[in-house]
């Protein structure tokens, strides 16, 4: 079981802008990078946003991380209807010796 | 370009093994770690563990220790995932995802779905 928590839901018109957290703790979010995956289920993963605040080449920049403490947030900014799906955060957890995903967040777009 | 591929679905019986492979091309395959992630139908996604296909050095998530098995070929560029004593708990979609540095994903497979059922 993830102990990185996402809010279940999160939604917005399109132009909107939508933020997404993950709690987590000084193990995991607290002692290393935070990422954060987009994923339609049946497809493969992508990476969004990698080492708490990078985007990878082609991610548009409407798409932005941050971390503090034990906490981090995904931000979407001009909300479009493609951005309708899942997203993931992501840590290594030295207690645990583990990689935990958080619960995940369905994005809709009104 | 880097590209996982992976093998084709498989539908299982309980009590039987699966293994799945992913090849690599585009890139050092012994250079970045490899990863396994599921994702059964209807939940999030769980990771597996990984294989350091330099050293072969694995490491398993505690609930699939004694169960999974990870192996690669160098010579061929493939990371093999085994898993045994499936039951209907088992059946999801498959991924392997290669680590960039610092367990940031960034190529992933294009999935693997296994279905166990008897």
């Known amino acids: 079981q993830s102990v990185l928590t996402q809010p279940p839901s999160a939604s917005g018109t399109p132009g909107q802008r939508v933020t997404i957290s993950c709690s987590g703790g000084?193990?995991?979010?607290?002692?290393?990078?935070l990422h954060w995956y987009q994923h339609l289920p049946g497809t493969a993963p992508k990476l969004l946003i990698y080492?708490?605040?990078r985007r990878p080449s082609g991610v548009p920049d409407r798409f932005s991380g941050s971390k503090s403490g034990t906490s981090a947030s995904l931000a979407i900014s001009g909300l479009r209807s493609d951005d309708e799906t899942y997203y993931y955060c992501?840590?290594?957890?030295?207690?645990?010796?583990?990689?935990?995903f958080g619960t995940g967040t369905k994005v809709t777009v009104l | 370009q880097v590209q996982l591929v992976q093998s084709g679905a498989e539908v299982k019986k309980p009590g039987a093994s699966l293994k799945v492979s992913c090849q690599a091309s585009?890139?050092?395959?012994?250079?970045?770690?490899l990863h396994w992630v599921r994702q059964a139908p209807g939940q999030g996604l769980e990771w597996m563990g990984y294989?350091?296909?330099?050293?072969?050095?694995?490491k398993y998530a505690q609930k699939f220790q004694g169960r999974v098995t990870m192996t690669r070929d160098t010579s061929i560029s493939t990371a093999y995932m085994e898993v045994s004593s499936l039951t209907s708990d088992d059946t999801a979609i498959y991924y392997c995802?290669?680590?960039?540095?610092?367990?940031?994903?960034?190529?992933w497979g294009q999935g693997t779905l296994v279905t166990v059922s008897s």
């Open positions: 585009g890139y050092n395959f012994t250079g970045y770690y």
């Open positions: 294989i350091n296909p330099n050293r072969g050095i694995t």
């Open positions: 000084r193990s995991n979010i607290g002692s290393n990078s």
């Open positions: 992501a840590a290594w957890d030295d207690s645990l010796s583990a990689y935990l």
């Open positions: 995802a290669r680590d960039l540095r610092y367990y940031d994903f960034d190529y």
């Open positions: 080492r708490n605040d």
